[in-house]
């Protein structure tokens, strides 16, 4: 017997960035959309891109037997509309235009190249369901592995809009590529800290907001903020049921950043919450943090462990007629700013 959703399309969203190759497979449902599948992994595709400005053989090899397993997924669930996009590394590299080639070549699979502010918006469009009813301005910021992206939304009676935003040309990746990433002295995270807070102040003056009028709330969908937060709550394996949408206090975030600088890279290997394929990217995300809070010092830190593939879902469900829905009723558009 058929399922009762199933005259409608199953969708797929895919986010190839500079860090993971991540995969989210869904159906519409009531209220949004019922995730049936998904695939996650460390690829390190822009590992080296930062000096070289080219992708590596390794870096492409590694990425396309992940893709190779998105194609695999995609097929079996019967995935008829999809969106997948490539970030930072694919536009930073001169060889990026052909690598996706060779993926459409080797997998089936053919990525696109987004630019910063469509990367932005899908960020915000994927989270916004964790914005606070009662914030009039917020901070979304996704710290990704080549780039991070920040969005100054205004906030009114359950919807947002961007006001402003930026993207950085560093993330995780590029960051422990110049400053180290393995054995981490305070000198070293401090220099990380004057690195970036020069971009960020720009930005912080062009929204006309900085620490003495700062959001109401800032809200991360980046690896980096799920971190600290796995680590926070002691975690003894990451589970984000527990993660995501938790509150995090500015403290909350200094104590676990020292607590890290504190440990060795083999120690920061061992939480299970960070694991080796992050144990040298951490610190450097959490730099990154440190001077987006230095700027915009709210107390509250909300945790997303959701964003580009959320956002692609959204606004696919959305051009069909189809998000929120629930199976055997008709379909409501639903609004994109909606919280």
Known sequence: MPRRNDHYPVYGALDLGTNNCRLL?????????????????????????SGSGRLSELAMSRTIDALRVCAGKLAWQNVSRWRLIATEACRMAANGSSFIDRVERETGLRLEIIDRSLEAELAVAGSAALLAPDARTALVFDIGGGSTELMWLALDRGSYRIVNWTSLPFGVVTLAEMFGGIDVTPEDFDAMLDYVEAPLRRFAEVC?????????????????????AGVHLSLMRYDRNRVDGCWLKREDVRRVTRQLLAMSYAERAASPCIGKDRADLVLAGCAILEGIQALWPSELIRVADRGLREGILTTLMVEDGTFGIEPGHSPALAELGAI
């Open 25 to 49: 497979i869904a159906r519409p449902a009531l209220g949004g959309f019922k995730v049936i599948d998904a695939f996650s992994r460390i690829v390190r595709l822009g590992e080296g891109v």
């Open 208 to 228: 006309g907001a900085g620490p003495e009028s700062p959001p109401d709330h800032l809200l991360g969908t980046s690896g980096t903020v799920t971190t600290i």
